[in-house]
């Protein structure tokens, strides 16, 4: 039976992060809303359990990163809670977390999927051939480590580098968006497709997506300017991209540029 702590808000709330956007199944389900109330009081009546007790064990889990989020003020604390946190199961088969990397008060952050067999070794992101293709597209543009932040969606490495899955993700999600918060950066560089369509919350290919602006609005109610491209990794394998992925980086560097004049006038 379903926890009777968790309340519907609570599982709508993790099916959306967890990308459902549609309910079937092979018996109806009777939903009474009492609309005299201001916020309606859903009773759903069915022979089956709502919600399994993966996705029971994903809310709750989710829960507990967004409250330890909610009690962290600096970057330093929330690498303590995350370290023993241990609602995502990544965390058991992963060498070490990877945390975020670089000037924790820059403008601009990068972010990416998740860490590989290098970043999960080292304990750093984009330190392997992704990462050391990474550096040098930045420094091109007169960038360095000590100039931006950089981090990833899941802060653990996927068995054998397979894609996070949705309930890993939607797990990860408040750590990701508190490291935003705390380094509160004025541009989002994403790298890959699953990485923008986790933080946008966006159903596009990269081919798609890349090339746009797009708003991210922070806790503090200010918006930072997004812009995704190809990740590194894809880079390696498909050279031919790597002209659209600079022609981006180029893109970024004339926005920051632009702001940067305008805050010197």
């Known amino acids: 039976m379903m926890n009777n702590a968790m309340n519907i808000k609570d599982i709508l709330e993790w099916y959306l992060l967890a990308g459902v956007d549609e309910i079937c199944g092979d018996e109806p389900l009777s939903v009474e809303i009492n609309k005299t109330k201001s916020m309606p009081e859903v009773n759903v009546q069915s022979n089956r359990p709502v919600i399994s007790s993966l996705a029971q064990n994903t809310n709750g889990a989710y829960k507990n990163a967004t409250d330890i989020c909610d009690k962290v003020n600096s970057l330093a604390d929330l690498l303590t809670e995350m370290e023993k946190f241990d609602g995502c199961a990544l965390k058991h088969t992963a060498s070490k977390i990877v945390f975020g990397d670089g000037n924790p008060n820059a403008k601009l952050l990068l972010i990416g999927e998740a860490p590989g067999a290098d970043e999960d070794r080292v304990g750093k992101p984009f330190v392997g051939r992704?990462?050391?293709?990474?550096?040098?597209?930045?420094?091109?543009i007169g960038y360095d480590r000590e100039q931006f932040y950089i981090c990833n969606i899941i802060p653990w490495r996927p068995p054998g580098n397979r894609t996070p899955l949705d309930s890993e993700v939607a797990v990860c999600l408040p750590?990701?968006?508190k490291q935003i918060d705390l380094v509160d950066p004025d541009f989002i560089f994403i790298l890959g497709g699953s990485a923008a369509n986790s933080l946008l919350n966006m159903g596009e290919t990269i081919s798609k997506m890349r090339g746009h602006w797009y708003d991210y609005k922070k806790s503090n109610g200010k918006t930072a300017k997004v812009l995704a491209s190809f990740h590194p990794a894809y880079l390696l394998r498909s050279a031919g991209q790597k002209a659209k992925a600079w022609a981006d980086i180029l893109r970024l560097k004339k926005a920051m540029d632009n702001e940067n004049s305008a805050e010197n006038h």
Request: charged share 20%; aromatic share 8%; proline share 0%.
């Open 130 to 140: 992704s990462g050391q293709l990474l550096d040098k597209m930045m420094a091109a």
């Open 175 to 177: 750590f990701l968006k």
